[in-house]
DNA sequence: TGTTTCGATCAAACCGGTTTAGTAAACCAA
DNA sequence: TTGGTTTACTAAACCGGTTTGATCGAAACA
């Protein structure tokens, strides 16, 4: 295990015939050096294969060059969620151009807030993304009054300080909505996430409105959360009410409850229509294929992390809006059985 | 945006009324402080809350008090993937009580070195993990010589300086096919991961071996990519050398088999068996229930930690063994059909 | 008693950058 | 020639910790 020791700017300067002063003056750019020696520096640095050192430089401006990512989710529910990655994926994008590191943290939902005051108070972080918003997010405070910058994945339901992309479920809920109604259902079902989380409240409640928009009586709705255990087991309960259609809150539960159905004597589409959330990679691979609301999580990183650095930067930053999400309609939807009269 | 001014070491040393030095001795528990003193600076620093600048700690003893995962796959493909959260969860479960943080960083394929020699050039990580080992993976020798402490997952095929958590795919595969051929089948197909991967290879070679030790004649093999989409094409294709049972690499690609299997009107498992490997969530509630072999990445996450951090402080660190992976039976493998006769 | 030893403490250097204050030389106008 | 600006650069302070070397008083020893 060699330890080639890094080049300091101190010997950048010594090869350049400078001072540690002019050598940093040069290499960022500063006027007041003269063309000749910025030159001379560059070459120096260049040869020696410097690059600076972060640890010096995040204390010497205070700052992290790092944001920071906290994720409150059990272990296996993170695993069958296909949002973190691409979201990450898409943060990482934009933060690698510009030197920034993202750091992560995965704690017990309990701990969340710990985590956040962690990375606030040993400066590990500039700035963090809040995800998975709950209603009435203490969070939110909490980042305020560490002071710490922030950005939202969705509009929170209280007041913030925070922009936010402007994640909404609620136009992908309706569509899917809308064409089971178009299809001719009129007992439509819903398997919804936990309630006390802002995506899983909301997509509740665009269901509600949508069923009211189309005219449609209030139609069953059973809380899961969001596994596809959870999404097995509301099946079962809801299809007692007896739908001819069910919108679930994610894929995940959807292609859970499809086995479920299909297991109970419902075939989809034939007897059962079904719809899913967040289009995942599998959605069109089972069968019947999924019909799923597209979202575009690798977007949303990248707009979130602009949004961040920006805001750690000293701007004022606008909420971010985002493409709506788009109904990907596949086999697992068609109109009702004939059988099913219409009260 | 309040910014509340963070107590430093100074404002500690002189609430109690001695040097810095004295402080940073009393809150390290070293030696040489008397008891009166030390519980002085104690409460100075608890009164003040006061919390140690990792900034300041890590240009002092030139440590980042972080270590680093540089994720190469695609977005798409890392989504549907449950590995990475969970293993990710795992490794932060060790970071978290030592006050490491998890510098992650998602790079296209080909920009993968590039990841590491920024995170060492940088400064900002002591360690790193290496996932995803390829076959003759030329991080390995990058990592030696950059003096960059590793751990990796699974052991190279090559020479590597690294210690290494000692996954191994082998006696899970090996167990599918036992069980398939226990079963009475003979004629096993294997839908493999890239060739390039050492899990994808080895997983194979594992299928190989074990069809041979089964006395069975070597089986049909297509390689497709761990995805949705690969494993559904890869099935078709591979169905068309009538096998009785097809051993998927992962459980992503065998939902997606399953789906393709049973619109072409091979019922599962009375016409076909399908095995997977991870066990997902979601295999136990697709229809049939996946046969699969469950894995425990969050365990994986949590040993490399330690063998990491262990490494970092100098220590010398052995392999570090971990439960064999178990074949989970359910829904999706059963005896072949009878009318398939023996050759 | 004088000397040694030792524990407790402090002042200062250091990590590797950034930034400010200061200076010498060059330049310019009167 | 003088005096005032500019330009190009240096020296030193600073960020907030850790670590080393020196100092000081008290206890231990001869």
Redesign the pocket.
Known sequence: MTRP?????????AAA????????????G?????????ERILAAARDLG????T???A????RAFAVGLVLAREPELLGADPFFPAFIAGVERTLSDRGQALVLQVVPEAEEEAGYRRLADA?RVDGVFVLDLRVADPRIALLAELGMPAVTIARPDGPSPFPAVLVDDRPGIAAAVSHLAGLGHRHIAHVAGPAHFLHGSRRRRAFDDALDEAGLPPGPVVEADFSAAGGAAATREILAAGPTAIVYSNDLMAIAGLSVAVELGRAVPARLSVTGFDNTDLAGYVSPALTSVRTDPYLWGRKAAEALLELIDGGTVDDVPVPAAQLVIRASTAPPPPEVRTE
């Not at 020791?5 to 300067?13: E, K, L, W, Y």
């Not at 015939?17 to 960022?28: E, I, P, Q, R």
């Not at 204390?59 to 205070?62: A, C, G, M």
Request: hydrophobic fraction near 30%.
């Open positions: 020791d890094r080049p300091t700017i101190r010997d950048v300067a015939g400078v001072s540690k002063g002019t050598v940093s003056f040069a290499l960022n500063r006027p007041g050096v003269s063309e000749d020696t910025r410097w690059t600076p050192s640890k010096a430089r204390l010497s401006v205070s400066g």
